[in-house]
């Protein structure tokens, strides 16, 4: 059984949960021990007596570990990309891709780790001197989601530990063995006894006990917007610093002027690739109606040629879903779509392979408006829509007509439209003729309306929620 990690020493349990493969419900990765309440309490005073020490610790000290942390990962990424896809069902390239990502965070983080700075500025009373600098928060909660199973992680705790705060770390309960091995790593790494956390289980004990505690600070969380706002709503009322990225329903828009293929690759790619399972995914397709049809017959075209599999098998293009889970929330979202009106132009159907696991064929809807729930509503599979617009005016209204607010995506060979869609879209992030899916380490990332709150995640822009400020006024 592979155990927590609090105050420094590997924890075991009275539970466990066995971790599976959901490309092969008969592959049984391993089991892992679950934190109890006591356990998650233990972790947090280890975090709280570990902080001083580590807020003052020297910035080459915190550098190194990050670095040797980014290092490992880096050249480990073979085989922990290969239990990232065991354990969440992303292709083996997507899961060696992501963590590569995770490795390239840590070591960026080394480097910010000596880059923290303040401001002096001259008082407006004579004789003053004025000074803003950033000190650590404290203990932060860490809370994850299970489809980026070591990225998100990384990029919520190498800043964190960058800028001098401790860690108690929550990840999702699906997909344990990444977060295991993270935490292995930082552990080995050589971060001090209780800088650093690691405590699994479900959200109702683990996640719980870590929002009502007193002693953090501050929560980070990843995942869906019903949890977030409880999460928000729980730090609010005990004046923690919370930072929250949920749900999107990310609209691409297909331009009548667009490149065709490339409109096509753009698509597919933003909305299957990892199984359609970001939050960055591009659900909608707002589509002009003088290239409507072309794009309809090519993107079918192109969906027929993916080939559904074992995540682990080298010519998988789309690996399963999840969980089982989530494939019932999936098919019930498809059977929505369809009891509204719209056309199953490709795929929705559960698909048998040799392994028994939860693949299914991605789902293309046409015919679709953007008030129907599957258009409303984060639906997080491979299941995606093309609405018909007249025109541009009407796609960029139909674009921002959402609740969410995280990434958008225009393909077009104007740069006019690129140049006006790029001011005018509702989201946090807007992609011009590539993916709304996937994005770069080393800038800020997030989104607006009910996507995201709190500061943006990632990049220098990090510090923002992870540091305070102070402003100290000085009679010289
Ligand atoms: C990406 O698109 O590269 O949970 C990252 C998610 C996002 C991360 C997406 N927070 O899907």
Redesign the pocket.
């Known amino acids: 059984m592979k155990l927590n990690l609090i105050a420094g020493e590997w924890v075991g349990s009275t539970q466990s949960t066995s971790n599976i493969n959901p490309s092969d419900l008969s592959d049984r990765i391993g089991d892992y021990a679950l934190a109890s309440g006591q356990d998650v309490t233990d972790a947090i005073s280890a975090a709280q007596s570990a902080f001083p020490a580590w807020a003052q610790s020297s910035p080459e000290l915190r550098s190194d570990i990050l670095d040797r942390a980014g290092a490992e990962i880096l050249a480990r990424r073979d085989e922990l990309g290969h239990l990232l896809s065991r354990e969440e069902g992303k292709t083996l390239a997507e899961g060696i891709g992501e963590v590569a990502r995770a490795g390239r965070i840590f070591r960026y983080f080394a480097g910010e780790a000596l880059r923290v700075t303040g401001e002096r500025l001259n008082s407006v009373r004579a004789g003053l001197e004025v000074e803003i600098i950033r000190e650590p928060e404290g203990v932060i909660g860490i809370i994850t989601?299970w489809?980026?199973p070591i990225?998100?992680p990384a990029w919520k705790i190498a800043p964190a530990l960058a800028y001098g705060n401790t860690v108690v770390f929550k990840p999702a309960d699906l997909v344990p063995g990444s977060a295991w091995a993270l935490a292995d790593i930082l552990h080995r790494a050589g971060v001090p006894a209780g800088v650093f956390n690691l405590v699994m289980g479900r959200g109702s004990v683990v996640g719980n006990a870590i929002v009502q505690s007193s002693q953090v600070r501050a929560i980070s969380f990843?995942g869906s917007v019903q949890t977030g706002r409880q999460i928000g709503m729980a730090c609010m009322e005990r004046g923690k610093k919370v930072q929250m990225?949920m749900g999107?329903k990310n609209p691409l828009i297909i331009c009548a002027d667009a490149d065709l293929d490339a409109a096509v690759s753009v698509a597919v790619n933003g909305s299957y690739f990892s199984t359609g399972?970001?939050?960055?995914?591009s659900s909608r397709m707002i589509v002009e109606r003088a290239i409507h049809d072309a794009f309809v017959d090519r993107i079918v075209q192109r969906l027929s040629t993916l080939r559904i599999g074992h995540a682990l098998e080298a010519d998988t293009d789309i690996g399963p879903v999840a969980s089982a889970a989530q494939l019932q929330q999936d098919l019930e979202y498809i059977a929505s779509g369809r009891s509204e009106g719209a056309e199953l132009a490709f795929g929705g159907q559960p698909l048998n392979r040799q392994t028994e696991g939860y693949f299914l064929q991605p789902a293309l809807f046409t015919g679709a408006t953007n008030q129907m729930r599957i258009n409303r509503e984060e639906i997080f599979g491979p299941v995606a829509s093309i609405i018909r617009v007249e025109d541009y005016e009407e796609a960029v209204s139909v674009a921002n007509d959402t609740e969410f607010g995280l990434?958008s995506g225009i393909c077009t060979t104007s740069l006019a439209k690129a140049s006006d869609f790029k001011r005018r879209s509702g989201a946090g992030m807007v992609m011009v003729n590539t993916p709304?899916?996937?994005?770069d380490y080393h800038v800020p990332?997030g989104g607006r309306r009910n996507s995201s709150y709190g500061p943006r995640e990632q990049g220098a822009h990090a510090r923002e929620f992870y540091t305070a400020l102070k402003t100290v006024y000085v009679t010289a």
């Open positions: 989601p489809n980026f990225a998100i990843t990225e999107g399972q970001r939050c960055t995914a990434s709304t899916a996937g994005v990332f």
